[in-house]
């Protein structure tokens, strides 16, 4: 980490510690099947490293996030729906995930509630295990009673973070190698020197 303003993550180091939470999963596979549950779209960078790292058989599926205000009774409430793209376009139905080991991946996680509302969708299929994986954790922010069972990193920044899949306020810096917050995530990682004219 650097300073107050500007908080980076390096290739090197995401890259390393990516690894070993894939170390961390096989083990507690056991060399069982693992389904794989990626949130679109912040996750799609994170979720393709981790899983190439996770030594057990896998099936990944992909679900997106979409919130919307709901009228119920007169009154409008926010909800978190979930759609999942494969099952959307073959038989339209949620993937079944009884007695099996399910890991949720997501970027990251703050308040929680979204995490929360999918845990307990994929909870209704009684599966073996349910467990959640994220590549930053921001415990300050968290509005539920939940916490990942593997994470990156925890960080106490409130700022937007940009680069490795994370997006920017407008919307770039997916691209970006490091996981840039503050200031940073609103620029580029290395400042454009300026040309000198020659007299």
Known sequence: MTNASVATYSAARIANRVKALGREISRGCHGRRLDVVVTMDRAFVFAADLIRAIDA???????????????????????????????????????????????????????????????????????????????????????VALEPDYFGFQTASNQLWAGYGLAAANGTGRNGKHLVAGSGAKRRSKPRRSAKKKR
Do not use: Y
């Not at 996030?65 to 339209?92: H, I, L, P, T, W």
């Open 57 to 143: 058989p896998m099936v990944v599926h992909f679900v997106r996030e979409d919130v919307r205000d709901v009228d119920q009774g007169g009154r409008a409430r926010r909800e978190v729906f979930f759609a999942n793209r494969e099952a959307m376009a073959a038989s339209k139905e949620r993937p079944e995930f009884q007695g099996r080991d399910v890991l949720l991946v997501d970027a990251v996680i703050e308040s929680g509630v979204t995490q929360d509302f999918l845990l307990r969708r994929i909870g209704e299929s009684k599966p073996r295990s349910l467990r959640l994986a994220v590549l930053l954790d921001k415990p300050s922010r968290r509005h």
